[in-house]
């Protein structure tokens, strides 16, 4: 059976981009039930279990009528997730009311970390500064390199990964970015004595709080992927958290004359 074809067009900034629906991108990584597997903040493996009670086994591998699983995650440490000011704040607001839109104009940036005097690996202000690109667009993905695809097994607990200066993070709110994307469980240092700079600094907490910005953590953008703009979908569950499992999508922008 052939698959229809799906060919969306959109304006933005007053150019027409044509899009191949059939063509997604997908750059959140998979949760398995299976080590290795990504993880950070010494969270517990994710892992899928059958619900047991009184005879009934919610597996049909074991011997079960029906599967009836339970699902044990953490957004925060396991796999791909997409996380709104409530991270770092006690205002009643939630992931899901955070992100109201779903579809942006987004760049794909990749960066090498620099390393500091103190061995921290670090995506400098000046980095974001020069990689950010004319074409106005809301949300910046950035791929770190070298793009290595076992990061989408690694566990990050206790390895002090890259992160990223606040004072570049600042730049990008100027520049008008609303929703950030990066290959990273963070974008702060491990362990920063809870002051979360970066957070802070994206969100304009406390002080002019933006609400509607997200930050997705610990996805991964396939080598083939170059760099350029894209149309990203971000996908949520519908759920009262400060976060969400997510999977963020891109699309080709191709430019009609």
């Given at each position: 059976m052939s698959v229809p074809q799906m060919i969306a067009s959109i304006d933005y900034q007053g150019q027409t981009y044509r899009i191949d629906l059939n063509r997604p991108i997908d750059i959140s990584i998979r949760l398995q039930d299976e080590d290795p597997q990504v993880k950070a903040w010494y969270a517990p493996s994710f892992r899928i279990e059958p619900v047991r009670a009184e005879g009934f086994i919610g597996d049909i591998a074991e011997?079960?009528?029906?599967?009836?699983?339970?699902?044990?995650?953490?957004?925060?440490?396991?796999?791909?997730?997409?996380e709104c000011v409530a991270h770092i704040s006690d205002l009643d607001l939630s992931i899901d009311r955070a992100l109201r839109r779903y579809f942006y104009v987004a760049q794909v940036l990749s960066l090498r970390p620099e390393k500091q005097s103190n061995g921290d690996k670090l995506i400098t202000e000046q980095q974001l500064k020069d990689g950010l690109g004319e074409h106005p667009v809301e949300a910046l993905i950035i791929r770190t390199k070298p793009n290595d695809p076992r990061k989408r097994q690694r566990d990050y607990s206790g390895k002090n990964p890259t992160y990223l200066d606040h004072k570049g993070v600042k730049h990008l709110v100027k520049k008008g970015i609303n929703h950030l994307l990066l290959d990273l469980p963070s974008v702060d240092r491990e362990e920063d004595g809870g002051k979360f700079l970066a957070h802070k600094a994206f969100w304009s907490y406390p002080?002019?709080?933006?609400?509607?910005?997200?930050?997705t953590e610990m996805i991964y953008v396939p080598?083939?992927?170059?760099?350029?703009?894209y149309l990203l979908d971000i996908n949520i569950?519908?759920?009262?958290?400060?976060?969400s499992p997510s999977k963020p999508i891109l699309y080709a922008l191709i430019k009609q004359s």
């Open positions: 011997g079960g009528s029906i599967n009836f699983k339970n699902l044990h995650i953490n957004p925060h440490g396991n796999g791909t997730h997409t002080k002019n709080t933006r609400r509607e910005a997200t930050i080598a083939e992927v170059p760099d350029g703009i569950i519908s759920i009262e958290s400060d976060a």
